[in-house]
């Protein structure tokens, strides 16, 4: 196509179907200073015939939901995405790598394939990085330290963090999407306000019962705790259907960790006292048998004492 307009994509899939020659022609017609790419719904997808940089062309008003299925394909995207409100949702087999300091500031979603950032590649103004069970957001590319997570950004999902991560002051781990194990194949620091949110069922299923942050071995990565800034207050627990006592297996780190946990270990979840502790090369929270409500101790007590004057006055008739 050589048509020199506006591009949307409105709905479904619109597929990079025929080569792009750049300045002439291609399949979303020819460059031209209105001949942006506008998302409204749709999503652009790459074939086996096209993996060219379009980010060049995107619009950049404000709440752009820019969608790409990368459909097996590798592509690179040089232009910074800058959208404000703006979000990015990657989707399909296939890597797409972001090397500019994109500014668009909504949630970043990875559902399929990988997410990946080369060593200038940023996405510090997106809230909330939302890794699917069948995507990978990869951070290897920007070197030894990895990515910094911002004050207030948050990784969550079901899917795997590949790289270095640390997490700044304020930042947010939340694994699983509804409940799931959120896996990081790389070095994991925490800060002294990181913020972790785990929902809680049955103790007995990690991942399936109750979130898990898992550290994988492929990148001889470890979780490093700190010298004992980790405490209770860093979590923050939400107790589902079949929450009860025993032993929840938070943190599974197979290749060990650094430092140790701090000195307030203890806490409450609902009625429930509970305790986080360092063991082997896990963080485990063990909870222990509900304590009843001095309300309901009193109540109880009250029926004891009348279910014992029954009795005495049975006895003596």
Do not use: H
């Not at 990181?194 to 979130?211: A, I, R």
């Not at 946990?261 to 429930?272: C, F, H, M, T």
Request: proline share 4%; hydrophobic share 40%.
């Amino acid at each position: 196509n050589t048509y020199t307009g506006t591009t949307t994509f409105a709905g479904g899939n619109l597929r990079a179907g025929v080569a792009e020659t750049a300045g002439t022609r291609g399949p979303f017609g020819t460059k031209t200073s209105v001949g942006a790419l506008v998302f409204a719904g749709g999503t652009l997808q790459y074939s086996t015939a096209n993996a060219y940089d379009y980010s060049g062309r995107f619009s950049t008003a404000a709440g752009q939901p820019v969608k790409i299925d990368t459909n097996g394909r590798d592509v690179t995207f040089a232009t910074a995405l800058n959208s404000s409100g703006g979000t990015l949702s990657k989707y399909g087999s296939g890597t797409l790598t972001l090397s500019a300091v994109n500014t668009y500031s909504g949630i970043t979603t990875v559902a399929g394939g990988t997410l990946a950032l080369d060593y200038n590649g940023s996405i510090a103004n997106s809230p909330t990085i939302l890794v699917g069970a069948a995507g990978t957001f990869d951070v290897m590319g920007k070197g030894y330290y990895g990515m910094t997570l911002a004050a207030n950004q948050e990784i969550k999902g079901d899917g795997i963090v590949n790289g270095d991560i640390l997490l700044g002051d304020g930042s947010v781990i939340s694994p699983g999407t509804n409940v799931g194990v959120l896996s990081f194949d790389g070095n994991l620091v925490l800060s002294p306000t990181t913020v972790f949110n785990f929902q809680l069922g049955s103790p007995d299923y990690p991942g399936t019962s109750y979130d898990q942050l898992r550290m994988l071995v492929t990148n001889f990565g470890f979780l490093d705790l700190g010298m004992g800034i980790i405490n209770f207050s860093n979590f923050n627990f939400t107790a589902l259907p079949g929450f009860a006592e025993g032993t929840y297996t938070l943190f599974d780190c197979p290749f060990g960790t650094a430092g140790w946990l701090g000195s307030s270990l203890d806490g409450w979840i609902g009625s429930n006292p509970a305790t986080l502790e360092f063991s082997g090369a896990s963080v485990m929270l063990n909870v222990a048998t509900a304590v009843p409500e001095p309300g309901t101790v009193a109540l109880l007590a009250v029926a004891g004492l009348a279910a014992a004057a029954t009795v005495l006055r049975r006895r003596r008739r």
